[in-house]
Nanobody
């Protein structure tokens, strides 16, 4: 399966962005979909996940600001990012985790200026 992420860009602190990630097909053995981010010299870190049952999980630093959601077909996952901070600047990757394996999108750059 291929994942196509979009929605990144340059935004001022305090503003919002919405990331989208579309899968090329539905995975019926899906466990969860998620967003991760990575900055130069650091490991990729989990931002948020949503299970096939709709349960969500967030990194502490984004709780209350970011919201993960998905469409009813579970082929598209979104990340609504509000009240963005400069420390949110990173390349954001979407991921799908299924019984057959984990898949990654190509990454989309989010830059938050102060």
């Amino acid at each position: 399966v291929q994942l196509q992420a979009s929605g990144g860009g340059l935004v001022q602190a305090g503003r919002s962005l919405r990331l989208s990630c579309a899968a090329s097909r539905r995975l019926f053995d899906l466990y969860y979909m998620g967003w991760y981010r990575q900055t130069p010299g650091k490991q990729r870190e989990l931002v948020a996940t949503i299970t096939n049952g709709g349960l969500t999980n967030y990194q502490d630093s984004v709780k209350g600001r970011f919201t993960i959601s998905r469409d009813s077909t579970q082929t598209t996952v979104y990340l609504q990012m509000n009240s963005l901070k400069p420390e949110d600047t990173a390349v954001y990757y979407c991921s799908v985790n299924a019984a057959r394996g984990q898949y990654w999108g190509q990454g989309t750059l989010v830059t938050v200026s102060s």
